[in-house]
Nanobody
Framework: QVQLVESGGGLVQAGGSLRLSCAAS????????MGWYRQAPGKQRELVAN???????NYADSVKGRFTISRDNAKKTVYLQMNSLKPEDTAVYYC??????????WGQGTQVTVSS
């Protein structure tokens, strides 16, 4: 059964914007963290941004000032608004959810490609 459903990836030109969404199943009763990672070809998967219960956010230095993470608790959905996109943002973006009891969930990944 699918636990996380991602959407919003695509192809954009440098300077453009995209918004990623990730909806967690209602079967995940209590969430500690929701966030986004990305992985480019030949590189390690890296943290982009996350948001912790209580509202604390964390961002990679490379995206600060350009990306914004937010959540809708009623919908159990996390968003990543990506503005001023650069070619180096090109990667597969993965949603991650950590449940309060410790279970770690990953989405299937969505491709973001930024052309110059």
């Amino acid at each position: 059964q699918v636990q996380l459903v991602e959407s919003g990836g695509g192809l954009v030109q440098a300077g453009g914007s995209l918004r990623l969404s990730c909806a967690a199943s209602a079967s995940i009763l209590s969430i500690y963290l929701m966030g986004w990672y990305r992985q480019a070809p030949g590189k390690q998967r890296e943290l982009v941004a996350n948001i912790i219960s209580g509202g604390t956010t964390n961002y990679a230095d490379s995206v600060k000032g350009r990306f914004t993470i937010s959540r809708d608790n009623a919908k159990k959905t996390v968003y990543l608004q990506m503005n001023s996109l650069k070619p180096e943002d090109t990667a597969v973006y993965y949603c991650r959810v950590i449940a309060t009891m410790g279970h770690d969930y990953w989405g299937q990944g969505t491709q973001v490609t930024v052309s110059s």
